[in-house]
């Protein structure tokens, strides 16, 4: 039994309001979370590069009165306010943004360009929304700072690298952070999206998104001339029916009603229409929600792979690399559900709902698998009105990832900031006591 079991109702409710943080509060931090959307969506950085947001962001929560580590885990930032006894509640934003040209015609889109890590000139967008993250994480900041009457504890903000490329918070935490700085009890983290309309959220209980794994496929032939195709192996054929017989890992292999996921995003193969390459390449992303699915989909890559080489006579066998991955997200059930209270609170109950899990990943994974429980919900980026217009018609607006994606950024910041702080001071008006109990009682 937790602790709010034992509260009348109407005093559940009082203190669940007064936890929203009033309009003059959010007003009087809004300016600050907005400037630095604007700053950080015209100059984004790739992943593991975000030097100058890093910066930018470390500077905001000093001057808000934060204990602040810089470099932790690469180009991490670690925030840390303390205000008495009580748990240690950690709030995550991310700090990269991804290898995309901006095509929303913004008056401060991204025109930036920069090296990839193979030295490649790629243009660079905050096309996943996580310039409205760290937006929403320093207005936050701000209202607990001052607001200290109204929660106990220690609260730390983490700006977390690389979460595009799975790398960040295994970096961070292999760097100490949960050795080096207070171990959390619990830790939170939202995710803008176009699947709502501003100003509402989404909670999903247990399962949130799913396993990623990333697989390299390097098929080998033998090189040749264009005219003479039977004097060589061609690996851009081996790889055309290696794409197609992946297919049928799902459509055949999987049982039906299973969640599963077999993309080939690229091929890369040769230099000229009148040469055979000697090696073709392609990448795979896979997305499961169960382990022993998860693990039927990547033997059957590596057989199938291997046995289309087999077939056509290949010198050598394909190599078939995994070479990144992630667990899927779990939001332990008693605090979504606990959670819910002070979000339906703040935002009003019709802005509230319950969502499906979600095929996207993501490595805020990481850090729940250190024990820590962990409550990531989803923030409603659309705009009301094309959101209304897209159901109606049957469309879809611009995804994350796209170059098309702009949230409709006001009211987006607004709910952001407002379900974050709601959110933390529920938690910080917790013991650590209380909600260990909470969350092993979940857990059984």
Excluded at 214 to 230: F, L
Excluded at 328 to 344: C, H, Q, T
Aim: negative net charge; hydrophobic residues 40%.
């Amino acid at each position: 039994m937790t602790f709010y079991k034992h509260l009348p109702l109407l005093l559940l409710t009082a203190i669940t309001f007064a936890q929203a943080p009033s309009s003059k509060e959010v007003g009087s931090v809004y300016g600050d979370a907005h400037a630095l959307y604007l700053d950080v969506h015209q100059n984004p950085e790739l992943s593991a590069h975000e030097t100058q947001t890093a910066a930018k962001l470390a500077t905001r929560l000093r001057a808000a009165g934060y204990d602040v580590t810089e470099h932790v885990g690469g180009t991490g930032v670690v925030a840390i306010l303390k205000n008495g006894d009580g748990p240690v509640i950690m709030l995550r934003t991310e700090l990269d943004a991804l290898p995309v040209e901006e095509k929303t015609g913004l008056a401060y889109a991204s025109k930036v360009h920069a090296k990839d890590d193979a030295g490649h000139d790629v243009p660079v967008m905050h096309a996943c929304g996580h310039d409205l993250h760290m937006a929403a994480i320093l207005g936050t900041a701000e209202i607990m700072a001052r607001s200290k009457n109204t929660w106990h504890g220690t609260l730390i903000l983490i700006g977390q690298p690389a979460e595009e490329t799975i790398g960040g918070a295994e970096g961070m935490i292999r760097d100490g952070l949960f050795t080096r700085f207070p171990k959390p009890d619990v830790a939170v983290a939202l995710h803008v999206g176009n699947e709502l309309p501003a100003g509402m959220v989404s909670i999903t209980p247990g399962v949130y998104n799913t396993n990623s794994d990333s697989v390299r496929i390097t098929i080998y032939g033998k090189g040749g001339h264009g005219s003479m195709p039977q004097n060589s192996i061609d690996p851009i054929v081996i790889a055309a029916r290696t794409i197609l017989a992946l297919q049928t890992i799902v459509s055949r292999e999987v049982k039906p009603g299973e969640m599963a996921v077999v993309t080939v995003g690229y091929i890369q193969a040769g230099t000229k229409n009148n040469i055979i390459p000697d090696h073709a390449e392609m990448g795979l992303t896979i997305r499961t929600f169960k382990p022993e699915v998860r693990k039927q989909i990547l033997a059957a890559i590596t057989r199938i792979a291997k046995a289309e080489a087999a077939a056509a006579g290949a010198p050598q066998e394909p190599l078939v690399e995994r070479y990144e991955g992630t667990d899927l997200v779990y939001n332990n059930p008693a605090l979504a559900g606990r959670l819910r209270v002070p979000l339906e609170a703040a935002l009003g109950k019709g802005n509230v709902v319950i969502a499906e899990p979600i095929t996207p990943s993501e490595d805020f994974s990481y850090f729940i698998e250190q024990g820590v429980p962990g409550f990531y919900f989803s923030l409603g980026g659309a705009d009301p009105e094309k959101f209304a217009e897209a159901k109606a018609s049957g469309t879809h607006l611009p995804s994350n990832h796209s170059p098309l994606f702009a949230p409709d950024v006001d009211p987006a910041l607004h709910a952001g900031i407002i379900a974050e702080v709601a959110v933390l001071r529920n938690l910080l008006n917790s013991s650590a006591e209380e909600l260990q109990n909470l969350t092993v009682e979940s857990s059984h």
